[in-house]
Structure formats: structure tokens, C-alpha cells
């Protein structure tokens, strides 16, 4: 707990750097020596909060148009209310600080005109209790630059053509909620917050930090936007694309932008193409013959968004950890299978039917909130025995289903190329599985599987093309060197299936040919011959 607690500690400490380096450079507040010490008192077109008015409202009444109000170093309790477009600018980080007023709250600075400029200020609530509690409400035309906003039920609220730049927004409610048009928000630190930013409408996002969030990082109802270099990382969910019709998920979001370190994939009008294995994000729309194939997809809105495409493919992936493991909407032949699909808000979201397993013996995908049982066996799941597939269909919704869900997460490893070909074996168990191996030369597949107590099992697939390579479609398989409790095995075109038990604990399991000992009889003749064959060649230089 304390190790967490630091390293907690530790990161807002350098984000608070680099937000003090953020704040202190910008322009805005390089102010001249004649500011900072010896005000000109009588310049009409700059006004000086206290020298001139001890509040920053009383100042704001008393300007004109065009003004300048500059606000020293202190701590100033109330809410302000723009309505003159001025430039507000603070010397060394000054705070307003706001209280709740009225039934519903206030903000801290209420900006009620176009072009006002606000740059320089630490922005907060003394309580967040209320449904306006703002720090900053904006609506058009005006800059937000060089501020700390922090403890309030929103950091800043704005609606069109804004500027929103080198802020740190912290510790509010949701720290920025962009709800017009035309607003460019880049340089922004924005954590810690319970909702990160929420955007709708169209707008351009540049550079921005969004961290530690609680719920989600960036929220985005936003079309014809452009993202480029933002940086979510360690929200509860780091980007969720809210829009559903076509038209409004038409935005340009490179892979620049990324999600716990790995790059968002926002794919538009693709076709024929596998999703690279660095995604953190994908997002396909209005794509066709798009494969998504061996990632983790974790902490997101969606692990994957498919939405008015064609002929996709999903399988192998571990989607966890999102508010949808998957949203599907719009799109036709889209089939999952060989997915984990673990802690989820919702494991999946559907306009329209989709197919969900890959046909029996194969198998669909697992599903942590399911907990069916797994006595039979067979297509009809009406045959003796087990088979590492519940017994009765997974429910998505009324239009979906996986008919034949795994019974335990399942694991995908690499065993390399064989003709040509790049396969993997699959290993489903209720244990877990490690110090997985293929040995050629041995003609063995070796693993551990570790567990805590009563019945384990595992259901492996192997490629075909390997069990004739390696076995003449002839093996055994071992646990501890001991045959398994029980042992099935099915095979179609492409792979081959053994489920087999054993008691829980640790052990060992081999899959070997069905006679090793021929096999190693034969190894151990043909080391024996060519040691005899080396010893005569040497015998015969001796004598020369």
C-alpha cells in the first residue's frame, strides 16, 4: 500500500512540473519589472487588482472594453462574472476561489462575453457540491491559457471557436467539457479527475496529456475532428467513441495518438488489412476484409469498434477491462471466436446479428461472467463427457449468441512456421498455463499447469500440419509422466483437440509420440553409429 501510495505521489509530482513549466512559460505571464514592482497606476487601459479594486469583480465592472485586468499573488473568495471582454492575467498563480451559490452552484468565473482572455490563475471551488459548480463557463471566442483549474464538479465548460491551451485541469468532477464547435485544445495536462474531457461536436485536439483519471480519459461524441499527439494513459477507460451513424464517426485520428503507450487505430474506408500488434484502440468503420488477430485490448470505451464494415475478423484477442469488450453496429459478416473476453462492463454491444464461434470442435470464446456447466460433449453438446465448451449457448442479446463458449480462458502460443505458414497452438484450461514449448528435435509439446485444488483440465488445439510432422497423427499424452484422468480427442480439417483432467495442484504435461521408446531406441542407434563411424575415421589419420 505505501509503495502505491509513492508511486501515486511520485507521478502527480512530475506532472505538477511539468505543469508549473507549462504556466510560468507562457507568455502570458512574462510580465515586465514595471508590473511586478511599480504598477503604472495611471494607465486607464490597464487595471490593477488590489492597487486599484480589491476584488477581481469590482474591477471588472469598472472596465471598458479592450482593458487589461491584472491580478497579484493572493487568494481571492468569490465567483466572477465576465461580461466586458477584457484580458484577465495573473501575476505568480493568484486563486479565485468560488463558493456554491443557489440551488444549483455557480462557477468560479462565469465568462458571459465573446473574446475574453483569462491566463494565468489557479481556478477552484472552496466546495464542489452542486450541478454548476464550474471552475471556468465559457461560450465563444475566447482564450484559456497558462491556468490550474482544479476542484470543481467541471473544470471548464466551453462551447465554439475557443482557445484551450497549456492548461492543467485537476482534480474536478469532469475537467473539460467541450460542447460546441471550432475549439482547439492542445498542450492541456488534464488529471486526476473523475471524467477526464468530454468533446462533442467538431473540434481540434493537439498534444494533450489526459492521466489517472477515474472513469474515462477522453470522451468523444465528435465528428470531423482532428486528434494528433494525445496522450492517454492509466484511465479508468483512456478513449471511448460514443457516436453511432456514420457521419458522425467520420474524424481524422492518427496513430499518434495513444493509449497506455500504444498507438490508437481509427480506420476508416480500409480494406485488406490486419490490424499491426501494437494497437491499443481500434476503431474500424466503413471498412471491408479487416482481421484483428493475437492482441490485448484493454482499458478502452470499446477493445474493438466495428461499425458499417464487412468481412471482419476477430479472434485471439484478450479484451479486457473496457466499458464494451466489443461494439458492433451496422456491419455484416463480423465474426468472434477464440476471444477472452474478461471484466467488461458490458461484454459486448450489438445493432444487428453477428456470428460469434468458429463451429464445434473449434469453439467460440470465454467469457468471465458465464458460469455454465461442462458435462457434455458433441455439436448438440448431448454426447458423454466433457469437452472444455459449456454445455448450453452464451447469451449476448436477443439477436446474438456464442454457441459454443469456452469453459476456461484460453492462451495462444507461438510455435513458429511450418511450410511456410505461421501457426499457434491454443491451450484453454481452468489452471494456469507456463513454460510453454515446442522441441522438434524431441518431438514433444511441453507446459505447466498450476492450481490450487480439486479437478483441472486442459483443452488443447494443435494444428494438424504439426501432429503429422511430429507424430504421424500417433501421441500420448502425459501429466507428471502419468497418463490424465481421462482423455478425449476430436479433429476437423485444420486442428486437432485433446481435453484431458487431472487433480490440482502442479504438474508437468508432455504430449509425445504414442512409442517414444522406438523413437529413442532409433536416436540412440544412430548417435551410436555415427560415434562408431567418427572413432573409425580418426583411427585410420592416427595410422597414416
Known amino acids: 500500500m505505501y509503495v502505491r501510495l509513492l508511486c501515486v505521489t511520485c507521478i502527480l509530482v512530475y506532472f505538477l512540473a511539468q505543469a508549473n513549466a507549462i504556466v510560468s512559460s507562457h507568455n502570458c505571464l512574462n510580465v515586465t519589472a514595471k508590473w511586478k514592482n511599480e504598477p503604472n497606476l495611471n494607465d486607464v487601459s490597464t487595471i490593477f487588482v488590489p492597487d486599484n479594486y480589491t476584488t477581481i469583480q469590482a474591477a471588472i465592472y469598472a472596465a471598458e472594453a479592450g482593458d487589461t485586468i491584472r491580478v497579484r499573488n493572493g487568494t481571492y473568495y468569490e465567483n466572477i462574472q465576465v461580461n466586458q471582454t477584457v484580458k484577465l492575467i495573473g501575476e505568480d498563480l493568484p486563486t479565485i476561489c468560488g463558493d456554491s451559490v443557489g440551488m444549483w452552484g455557480a462557477p468560479t468565473a462565469d ?26 463557463s465559457l461560450g465563444n471566442r475566447c482564450n484559456i491559457t497558462g491556468n490550474i483549474v482544479c476542484h470543481n464538479i467541471r473544470g471548464v465548460y466551453a462551447g465554439s471557436y475557443n482557445v484551450i491551451r497549456r492548461n ?114 481500434i476503431a474500424i468503420i466503413n471498412s471491408t476484409n479487416i482481421t484483428v488477430d493475437s492482441l490485448n485490448l484493454e482499458q478502452n470505451g470499446q477493445g474493438v469498434l466495428i461499425s458499417y464494415s464487412s468481412n471482419i475478423t476477430v479472434k485471439n484477442c484478450n479484451l479486457t477491462n473496457n466499458w464494451f469488450g466489443v461494439r458492433i453496429g451496422y456491419s455484416n459478416n463480423v465474426n468472434l471466436h477464440h476471444n477472452n473476453f474478461i471484466n467488461n462492463f458490458y461484454q459486448g454491444e450489438t445493432i444487428g446479428t453477428y456470428s ?21 460433449s458433441g455439436m448438440y453438446q448431448n454426447e458423454t463427457g466433457s469437452d472444455g465448451i459449456t454445455d448450453a449457448a452464451y447469451l449476448i442479446d436477443v439477436n446474438n449468441q456464442d454457441n459454443y ?32 514449448s515446442l522441441n522438434e528435435t524431441e518431438k514433444a509439446i511441453r507446459f505447466n499447469v498450476t492450481s490450487e485444488n480439486g479437478l483441472g483440465f486442459c483443452r488443447v488445439t494443435i494444428p494438424n500440419i504439426i501432429v503429422q510432422d511430429l507424430w504421424q497423427d500417433n501421441y500420448t499424452v502425459l501429466v507428471d509422466n502419468q497418463p490424465p484422468l481421462e482423455t478425449r480427442n ?31 531406441l532409433i536416436a540412440s542407434l544412430t548417435l551410436a553409429a555415427a560415434t562408431a563411424t567418427l572413432l573409425k575415421r580418426k583411427k585410420r589419420s592416427l595410422s597414416a
Open 111 to 136: 465568462i458571459r462575453v465573446e473574446n475574453v482572455t483569462i491566463c494565468g490563475f489557479i481556478i477552484r471551488h472552496y466546495y464542489k457540491i452542486n450541478e454548476r459548480d464550474r471552475g471556468i
Open 168 to 281: 492543467l485541469v485537476e482534480d474536478n468532477g469532469v475537467g473539460l467539457t467541450i460542447d460546441g464547435i471550432s475549439d482547439t485544445i492542445a498542450d492541456n495536462i488534464i488529471i486526476a479527475n473523475g471524467d477526464g474531457t468530454e468533446i462533442h461536436g467538431t473540434h481540434i485536439l493537439l498534444n494533450n496529456t489526459i492521466a489517472n483519471n477515474t472513469e474515462f480519459g477522453l470522451q468523444f461524441s465528435a465528428w470531423n475532428s482532428m486528434l494528433r499527439n494525445n496522450t492517454m494513459t492509466g484511465n479508468g477507460y483512456n478513449f471511448m467513441m460514443w457516436e453511432s451513424i456514420l457521419s458522425q464517426q467520420i474524424n481524422d485520428i492518427d496513430t499518434s495518438n495513444t493509449v497506455n503507450g500504444k498507438p490508437i487505430y481509427y480506420w476508416i474506408n480500409q480494406s485488406e488489412k490486419t490490424v499491426p500488434s501494437d494497437a491499443g484502440y
Open 356 to 376: 460469434w464461434d468458429n463451429g464445434y470442435p473449434s469453439g467460440g470464446n470465454y467469457w468471465n461472467d458465464y458460469n455454465g456447466t461442462d458435462l457434455s
Open 405 to 436: 463458449p469456452l469453459a476456461a480462458p484460453i492462451s495462444i502460443f507461438d510455435v513458429g512456421n511450418w511450410n511456410g505458414t505461421d501457426y499457434n497452438v491454443h491451450v484453454s484450461s481452468n489452471s494456469t498455463v507456463s513454460s510453454f
Open 490 to 520: 476430436w479433429t476437423d480439417l485444420e486442428n486437432t483437440y485433446l481435453y484431458f483432467t487431472y487433480q490440482y495442484s502442479q504438474h508437468e504435461v508432455t504430449i509425445i509420440p504414442e512409442n517414444p521408446s522406438i523413437i529413442l
